[in-house]
T-cell receptor
């Protein structure tokens, strides 16, 4: 069974600064997807960024980028130029590839506060 | 295009009762997944329905069940409620075909069991 670990329950960052959220996972699979989801307070969860395990290039989406280390089973999220609207719970998630029924495994989450 | 909607948004029940939650997916999406979110256990996958058939199931007791209708709307039922069932229940929809497609989450139903 796959497991996802986020070792930082809470983090804070000053507006305009950069912050990195950590995620490690355990799997025996070779093909899979990794995701970062954002859940703002009292708002819907949205996808921030995804990474296909077979791609060596790290995914980027505007101010969000990942550092994917497949051998180390590490998948960190870097948020550059943090904004107040980035305040949210961030979940790292794993999905096995090739399974039409998507069965996500989520980490426990990191609560990020962006301070003015 | 309207997003994923869930009803009701809030629910209070007592132990031993049963509850039904509803999820309407984005138009054109045929897959609906359900998740339970609690502070202690985090987000856990309950099950996924595609074209009225359960396609995947998480590790939850049989008190948790679901179904999907021909219009892709889905319901989740929890029977004989326990205090530990208090949680935010999220549903997510996606097209459901092909290898990967993004899932979109609803706002959730917050269930409180007294």
């Amino acid at each position: 069974a796959q497991t996802v670990t986020q070792s930082q329950p809470e983090m804070s960052v000053q507006e305009a600064e950069t912050v990195t959220l950590s995620c490690t996972y355990d799997t025996s699979e070779n093909n899979y997807y990794l995701f970062w989801y954002k859940q703002p307070p009292s708002r819907q969860m949205i996808l921030v960024i995804r990474q296909e395990a077979y791609k060596q290039q790290n995914a980027t989406e505007n101010r969000f980028s990942v550092n994917f280390q497949k051998a180390a089973k590490s998948f960190s999220l870097k948020i550059s130029d943090s904004q107040l609207g980035d305040t949210a719970m961030y979940f790292c998630a794993f999905m096995k590839l090739g399974n039409y029924g998507q069965n996500f495994v989520f980490g426990p989450g990191t609560r990020l506060s962006v301070l003015p | 295009k309207a997003g994923v909607t869930q009803t009701p948004r809030y629910l209070i029940k007592t132990r031993g009762q049963q509850v039904t939650l509803s999820c309407s997916p984005i138009s054109g999406h045929r897959s609906v997944s359900w998740y339970q979110q609690t502070p202690g256990q985090g987000l856990q996958f309950l099950f996924e329905y595609f074209s009225e058939t359960q396609r995947n199931k998480g590790n939850f007791p049989g008190r948790f069940s679901g179904r999907q209708f021909s219009n892709s709307r889905s319901e989740m039922n929890v029977s004989t409620l326990e205090l530990g069932d208090s949680a935010l229940y999220l549903c997510a929809s996606r097209t459901g075909t092909g290898d990967y497609n993004e899932q979109f989450f609803g706002p959730g139903t917050r269930l409180t069991v007294l």
